[in-house]
Every structure is written in structure tokens, then in C-alpha cells.
């Protein structure tokens, strides 16, 4: 089994703690050593907390942090398929700052994609929208 097939498996059982609409969740990984586990919740410190941020939130006690780690973004449709889970701005913003080297996530149509951090533009990423969440 490769590597990604490994953090999707993971992911899918990430996913399945998510009380949100529309679960998600990230691993950080770094060297191959996953380094974090994260996924969107309700009730987080009074609001919701998305999949990314909870995996950056987990690192924040760690030595070596997140400084040239990659995060993988997973949401699976009902069927077990792979969805779009692209972050929003502000998870993108949070990455870069915390040094994340690469974004790998799926786009509409399943297919896996990647982006480098330093090569990406926040403009380039959606802002929240409730009609993201219920039409994709």
C-alpha cells in the first residue's frame, strides 16, 4: 500500500469524528512521519474549527513544528469518493504561516492536486460561503 493510500485510509477514519456538515480532515506530514491529525468540528472554544486548523493546533507544544511539513486535506462523498476539499483563504493564510511547504488536496471532480505554498496566492483560494458547504 503506498504512502497516500496510507493517509487517506487514516483520513477516512479522521472524518468519520467530524460533527460537521460537511467533514473534513488533514494530516501534517513531515519526512514521511505524520505529525498531526486534524478534523472539522462544532463546539470548539465556542465556534466550529476547520480540519486544517485543528492539525496546525496540535503542533503548536511539538520541537520541530510545522517548518517544511506538507498537509493532505481529505472529504469523501457519501459513496467513499473523493471531494473537494481545496482550504479556504483563511486555512491557506494559516498554512504559509506556519511554514507549510505543500497543500495536497482534491479538486471538484476527485482528481488529486497539489499546490507549493510559496508559488500560491491567497487571492486564489475561496472565502467561506454557506452555499460552498451545501452545494458540493
Given at each position: 500500500?503506498?504512502?497516500?493510500?496510507?493517509?487517506?485510509?487514516?483520513?477516512?477514519?479522521?472524518?468519520?469524528?467530524?460533527?460537521?456538515?460537511?467533514?473534513?480532515?488533514?494530516?501534517?506530514?513531515?519526512?514521511?512521519?505524520?505529525?498531526?491529525?486534524?478534523?472539522?468540528?462544532?463546539?470548539?472554544?465556542?465556534?466550529?474549527?476547520?480540519?486544517?486548523?485543528?492539525?496546525?493546533?496540535?503542533?503548536?507544544?511539538?520541537?520541530?513544528?510545522?517548518?517544511?511539513?506538507?498537509i493532505h486535506i481529505f472529504r469523501f462523498g457519501a459513496d467513499g469518493s473523493h471531494r473537494m476539499s481545496k482550504p479556504?483563504?483563511?486555512?491557506?493564510?494559516?498554512?504559509?504561516?506556519?511554514?507549510?511547504?505543500?497543500?495536497?488536496?482534491?479538486?471538484?471532480?476527485?482528481?488529486?492536486?497539489?499546490?507549493?505554498?510559496?508559488?500560491?496566492?491567497?487571492?486564489?483560494?475561496?472565502?467561506?460561503?454557506?452555499?460552498?458547504?451545501?452545494?458540493?
Amino acid at each position: 500500500m503506498s504512502r497516500k493510500e496510507n493517509y487517506a485510509r487514516l483520513m477516512r477514519r479522521a472524518v468519520e469524528s467530524s460533527d460537521c456538515e460537511t467533514p473534513m480532515s488533514a494530516t501534517i506530514v513531515k519526512g514521511g512521519r505524520v505529525l498531526s491529525v486534524g478534523y472539522n468540528r462544532k463546539g470548539y472554544r465556542g465556534s466550529s474549527i476547520h480540519a486544517e486548523m485543528d492539525a496546525l493546533r496540535q503542533l503548536r507544544w511539538q520541537k520541530n513544528g510545522s517548518e517544511g511539513a506538507d498537509i493532505h486535506i481529505f472529504r469523501f462523498g457519501a459513496d467513499g469518493s473523493h471531494r473537494m476539499s481545496k482550504p479556504c483563504r483563511h486555512c491557506f493564510e494559516a498554512l504559509a504561516e506556519a511554514n507549510i511547504s505543500r497543500i495536497f488536496y482534491h479538486d471538484y471532480s476527485g482528481k488529486p492536486q497539489f499546490i507549493k505554498v510559496s508559488q500560491a496566492d491567497s487571492e486564489d483560494f475561496y472565502t467561506i460561503r454557506r452555499e460552498w458547504h451545501t452545494n458540493v
